[in-house]
């Protein structure tokens, strides 16, 4: 296996047989009789480049263990609808223009187009989850899209709430974006029917490794360059809690209170707030404090796969966790 490769390419390698019979069985199940639309949005978001970390901890779990397939194939393929689902819905909710480089489907069709074809897709989930015969797969995967549907709610809530506190955030956390890491090598772990313990140590696991994930999607908002991957202080226009500022938040007094209250509280955002605002959370050391955390929560799911079988691919979903915060500068 080539060294040089990121560690979800060498997940990608080692994993290469079964995700392309998950491609395979995406393009069949978002394929639409009736309503051609559907198969167009579904395949500009899933066409785009996405890294499919999702379906591959799926693959992953239930390989490490010994399960031959095919229905991580079947459960994998959920869970990659299920995410596009949730970001179709998203980009509706945020009034996104851009995702991967490319413009939203949003944008290029309408916002009815994205929030009916999501639902297609959470529909065609269910239909995959039920064809692998286990009620305890489907129980964690539904139970997993309610947590995602309760966690943006909860996040609109906080939304410019200068009171919301990191509890809340990381209730948030590990609703939109870490309960579908967790259920992803969950139900892995699950259809290779290993005992119920290690099923919990991949479970902690995806978890872990979705807050770290999340936290380091936050830094990357302050962050320049084609590292970050996202427009620089999307965040902050947005007026969205996240944990570098409610850590800045924490402290603040007098004038950096007032700041925040205009900007975040108010949303009356003036030229030059932005870079005031990265100097405030440097100043506070709001950014370094989140990234020692998120670097904990690596360390949390790396050692979440001691009890799992020395493979390979175990050493490269270390190896994935780490590479999850080495994206942060």
């Known amino acids: 296996m ?47 480049g996405g890294k499919r970390i999702r379906p591959m901890l799926t693959l992953a779990a239930a390989r490490m263990n010994g399960y031959p397939g095919p229905y991580d194939v079947h459960l994998a393929a959920t869970v990659e609808f299920i995410h596009t689902a949730t ?15 490319r413009p939203t489907a949003n944008i290029l069709w309408d916002n009815k187009s994205s929030v009916l074809v999501g639902d297609y897709l959470f529909a065609r989930s269910f239909q995959l989850m039920v064809e692998t015969g286990s009620l305890r797969v489907l129980d964690i995967l539904a139970s997993a899209a309610a947590t995602i549907a309760e966690g943006e709610v909860l996040q609109l809530t906080a939304m410019s709430d200068l009171a919301t506190s990191e509890d809340v955030y990381l209730k948030i956390v590990r609703g939109k974006t870490a309960a579908l890491f967790s259920a992803a090598t969950e139900v892995g772990g699950v259809i290779a029917g290993i005992p119920d313990d290690l099923v919990g140590a991949l479970h902690r696991y995806g978890d872990a490794l979705g807050i770290a994930f999340q936290m380091v999607d936050d830094l990357l908002d302050w962050q320049t360059g084609e590292a970050a991957g996202k427009n620089f202080g999307d965040d902050f226009r947005e007026r969205k809690m996240t944990l570098p500022i409610i850590r800045a938040v924490a402290g603040a007094e007098g004038e950096e209170w007032a700041f925040w209250v205009r900007t975040i509280g108010r949303g009356a955002q003036e030229e030059g707030d932005l870079e005031a605002a990265f100097d405030l959370l440097k100043r506070r050391g709001a950014i370094e404090s989140t990234r020692q955390t998120a670097l904990a929560w690596a360390e949390t799911a790396k050692r979440a796969l001691d009890p799992l079988p020395d493979t390979e691919l175990r050493d490269l979903l270390r190896n994935l966790a780490d590479y999850v915060v080495v994206r942060i500068q």
């Not at 560690?7 to 491609?23: F, G, H, N, S, T």
């Not at 970001?87 to 480089?101: K, T």
């Open 2 to 48: 080539d060294a040089s490769l990121k560690p979800q390419e060498r997940l990608a390698q080692a994993l290469a047989e079964p995700l392309a019979e998950v491609d395979a069985l995406i393009r069949e199940r978002m394929a639409s009789e009736h309503a051609p639309r559907i198969p167009a949005v579904t395949d500009h978001l899933i066409g785009a």
């Open 87 to 101: 970001l179709l819905h998203d980009d509706v909710v945020d009034g996104s223009g851009q995702r991967r480089g």
